[in-house]
C-alpha cells in the first residue's frame, strides 16, 4: 500500500481532489514471503502488514472510489484506473509512468482509444525491457517545485498533498484494523493542471 | 532563470534515475551525492562526474540548496526533517513520511525554516495524465471540477474471490 499507493493517490487528487473519509477491508493471505530480488534472494520474511487491500474513499467534490491493492493476486483483468462519470468513462493508464494509452467510452458505451495530445512529459524518450517504449521524466516535479520556489508559487508536489495521501493509506489500514470508517484530519487542494506549454518551460 | 544546486542523498538503484534525467530540466545542477556507504557515493559521483560527500558535509554545503532524499522509507523523516533544519528545500522519494506525526512535525519545521518540501510521485504530471485531467475539467465524462459529480472510480490490482479461496485453502 505504502510503496505503490502513492501513485494512484497521487493522480486521484489531481484528478479529483481531496478525501473526505476512508474504509477498508485489509488482509494477508500468506503469512511470509520469499525475497526475489538482490541482495537477499530466496530469504523468508514475515509479513507484517496487509498485502491485500480493498479501501473505499469519499471524496470531498461527492466522488465515491474503489482502491484495491493486492501483492496476493496472480493475474488479473482490471485497468490501472477507471473513472465513470454521468456521460461517460475513463480509462487511464498505470500512474507508476508518464505516458500510456488513455481510452474512453461515451454513453454508446463502446470504450474506443484516445489519440495522445502533444505534451512534452508523454513522448517516449526511453527503451524499457519490460514495458517499450516509455515516457519517463522523473524529476519534472523537482523541476516544477524549483520554478514554484523561484517565482512564489504552489508546487504541485507540495508536501500537503503528498501527506493527505499518506494519511488516506494509513487510514485504509487503520480501518482494516478497526472496521469503522476513518475521517482524515488533513486536506488539500487539486494540484494546478500541467498543459503541454507549461511542461514546455519546464525543459531545458 | 536561476540554477538550483541540488544535493542527492541516497545512492542506490533509484539515484540513476535521477542523476541521468536531471539534465532535461531547466535551472537543476546536481552539484552533490552522499550515501551512508561512502564508497556507494563514490562510485556514484564518478559515474556522473559530480562531488562525493558525507551526508554532514553534503548538508552543510553552501552550494547546495535542495536535497532529493532517495533513502529508504524508514529513513525519509530523519533525513528530510535534518535538511528542512540545515535550510534547504527538500524533494523526498515516496512515501514522503510514514506516520503523520512526522509529517506534521517536518511541515511545521519547513514553515519555519520557510525551505518548501516535496515529494514523488511526479507521474501525475506525465502526458498521459494530464490528457485526462483535461478531459475531466473540460466535462467529457458528465462532471466539472467544482460541480458535485456522480463517479466512482476503481483502481488496479482486485483481489477476486476464487484467487483468494484457492490460496487460503492451499495454506
Redesign the interface.
Known sequence: M??M????I???I????PVRRVAALATS???TRTVTSQPNPGQVIPVNTPT?I?AL?DFH??????????W???A?K?????????????F???????????E?AGKDGKITP?P??D?????ANQDNPHHGPL????????????????TGRD??????R??H???V??AALQSGATGAFVTL??TCT??A????DA?A???? | MTTMGIGIIGCGNISTTYLGLAPLFKGLQVRAVADMNMDAARARAAEYKVQAQTVDDLLANPDVGLVINLTIPEAHYAISRRAVAAGKHVYSEKPVVLSMADGVALRDLARAKGVMVGSAPDTFLGGAHQQVRQMIDDGVIGWKAGIRPRISFSSRVAARCWIWGRITSAT
Do not use: K
Open positions: 505504502l510503496d499507493g502513492p501513485y494512484y497521487g493522480n486521484l489531481n484528478f479529483l481532489g493471505a500468506h503469512a491485500n480493498h474513499l467534490n461527492g466522488a465515491t472510489v474503489n482502491l484495491s491493492v493486492s496476493d493476486v496472480q488479473h482490471r485497468v490501472n484506473m477507471e473513472l465513470y462519470g454521468t456521460e461517460g468513462s475513463l487511464v493508464p498505470d500512474p507508476n509512468f508518464f505516458g500510456g494509452q488513455i474512453m484516445v495522445a495530445w505534451h512534452p512529459f508523454g513522448r515516457a519517463n521524466y522523473r524529476c519534472a516535479g523537482v523541476a516544477d517545485m524549483v520554478d514554484a520556489i523561484v508546487a504541485r508536489c507540495a508536501l500537503d503528498s501527506l495521501a499518506v494519511e493509506m494509513l484530519t488533513t487539486r494540484p493542471p500541467l498543459g503541454p511542461a518551460a519546464l525543459m531545458a
